[in-house]
């Protein structure tokens, strides 16, 4: 019998620490790990976030994530996910194709998500200001979800944390 894989939607404003957090839960679960910024540099699209850019990445992204799930494979989605909408397309393939899916909400306080922006990151090219408009235009999850605050432990211990309460 082939392995069911799982779905983990880790969302969460610029500079929360969903990144780190999702490289380390993907290597905990031996699973893969997506993300909409990596994916956005692989599809020569960064520096352009009109809605035809965010949408293509979304796209490859949720392409990506059925491909794998189909292979009975983990996957840990991060992006900002910060529209219902976009998380919903997520859901709903985990749904369709009948995986056991978590969300995973990232949170940092503002003077910790101040200072990590102003560290330049290889991935992310957000700024304060971005941070700002996002979280104007945060729209909260309606979903079960776990919260997590990455302000005070490493993203090793908090997946540690994390997987010693869902698995």
């Given at each position: 019998?082939?392995?069911?894989?799982?779905?983990?939607?880790?969302?969460?404003?610029?500079?929360?620490?969903?990144?780190?957090?999702?490289?380390?839960?993907?290597?905990?679960?031996?699973?893969?790990?997506?993300?909409?910024?990596?994916?956005?540099?692989?599809?020569?699209?960064r520096g352009t976030y009109q809605d035809?850019?965010?949408?293509?990445?979304?796209?490859?992204?949720?392409?990506?994530?059925?491909?794998?799930?189909?292979?009975?494979?983990?996957?840990?989605?991060?992006?900002?996910?910060?529209?219902?909408?976009?998380?919903?397309?997520?859901?709903?393939?985990?749904?369709?194709?009948?995986?056991?899916?978590?969300?995973?909400?990232?949170?940092?306080?503002?003077?910790?998500?101040?200072?990590?922006?102003?560290?330049?990151?290889?991935?992310?090219?957000?700024?304060?200001?971005?941070?700002?408009?996002?979280?104007?235009?945060?729209?909260?999850?309606?979903?079960?979800?776990?919260?997590?605050?990455?302000?005070?432990?490493?993203?090793?211990?908090?997946?540690?944390?994390?997987?010693?309460?869902?698995?």
């Amino acid at each position: 019998m082939q392995r069911t894989g799982r779905l983990f939607l880790v969302m969460g404003l610029p500079a929360s620490g969903k990144t780190s957090f999702a490289r380390a839960l993907a290597a905990a679960l031996d699973g893969v790990h997506l993300s909409s910024d990596a994916i956005r540099a692989e599809l020569a699209r960064r520096g352009t976030y009109q809605d035809a850019d965010k949408e293509a990445v979304y796209a490859e992204m949720l392409r990506r994530t059925a491909q794998v799930l189909s292979e009975g494979r983990d996957v840990v989605a991060d992006a900002t996910f910060h529209r219902q909408a976009r998380r919903a397309l997520f859901l709903n393939l985990a749904k369709a194709q009948e995986v056991p899916y978590r969300l995973i909400e990232i949170r940092a306080s503002e003077a910790t998500t101040r200072q990590r922006l102003q560290v330049p990151r290889p991935d992310s090219e957000a700024t304060w200001a971005v941070y700002l408009l996002l979280k104007k235009e945060w729209e909260p999850p309606t979903e079960p979800h776990e919260v997590l605050y990455t302000d005070h432990a490493t993203p090793e211990e908090l997946v540690e944390g994390y997987l010693g309460e869902v698995l």
